[in-house]
T-cell receptor
Framework: GPKVLQIPSHQIIDMGQMVTLNCDPV?????FYWYKQILGQQMEFLVN????????KSKLFKDQFSVERPDGSYFTLKIQPTALEDSAVYFC????????????FGPGTRLTVL | GDSVTQTEGPVTVSESESLIINCTYSATSIAYPNLFWYVRYPGEGLQLLLKVITAGQKGSSRGFEATYNKETTSFHLQKASVQESDSAVYYCAVNYGNEKITFGAGTKLTIKP
């Protein structure tokens, strides 16, 4: 079936540094999402993105977070600066339509902030 | 607020036995959310197992079934006879009419041969 890829699979950085997580969504999808799962906790919605704009974001999407997808390339989540509490697995997802249609998920990027 | 509660894992079942993983959701935002079960097999990404968007309907896939019960706000996942390949983590999930999915905590299922 359709696949979402995420690069890298694991990233270790020092607190205060910038990190960019990359997502290669399903090719004809137009709606993109990021979710965050802290170890031992539920996966939680961060943000969704369409047509170059953030459509909805949760309280977890701090000011240090930003997303973009320049010209059909990777859909990225940037954290600048990082904090210890940003350590988690970040999942990217994409969908072809809104309104409860299936979101396809990537395998996740495990971010460790030291 | 919106929330999803499911059977706390880990759950271990012997091969060929029946399985039920419970899921209940809150219905504070809208009365009829869209309901999903997602699954993560070892070493793989999260994938949709089944979904139901109409109250009273049943969804099925790979021998699993779940019925959208709006009276009890439940969406329990059932299988009559599990196989070793069903070992995975199962997530109940709800879409409350906006563009995010609210997930349950996940239930790790192990099937004993």
């Amino acid at each position: 079936g359709p696949k979402v890829l995420q690069i890298p699979s694991h990233q270790i950085i020092d607190m205060g540094q910038m990190v960019t997580l990359n997502c290669d969504p399903v090719s004809n999808h137009l709606y993109f999402y990021w979710y965050k799962q802290i170890l031992g906790q539920q996966m939680e919605f961060l943000v969704n993105f369409y047509n170059g704009k953030v459509m909805e974001k949760s309280k977890l999407f701090k000011d240090q977070f930003s997303v973009e997808r320049p010209d059909g390339s990777y859909f990225t989540l940037k954290i600048q600066p990082t904090a210890l509490e940003d350590s988690a697995v970040y999942f990217c997802a994409s969908s072809s339509q809104l309104g409860g249609y299936e979101q396809y998920f990537g395998p996740g990027t495990r971010l460790t902030v030291l | 607020g919106d929330s999803v509660t499911q059977t706390e894992g880990p759950v271990t079942v012997s091969e060929s036995e029946s399985l039920i993983i419970n899921c209940t959701y809150s219905a504070t935002s809208i009365a009829y959310p869209n309901l999903f079960w997602y699954v993560r097999y070892p070493g793989e990404g999260l994938q949709l197992l089944l979904k139901v968007i109409t109250a009273g309907q049943k969804g099925s896939s790979r021998g699993f079934e779940a019925t959208y019960n709006k009276e009890t706000t439940s969406f329990h996942l059932q299988k009559a006879s599990v196989q070793e390949s069903d070992s995975a983590v199962y997530y109940c999930a709800v879409n409350y009419g906006n563009e995010k999915i609210t997930f349950g905590a996940g239930t790790k299922l192990t099937i004993k041969p």
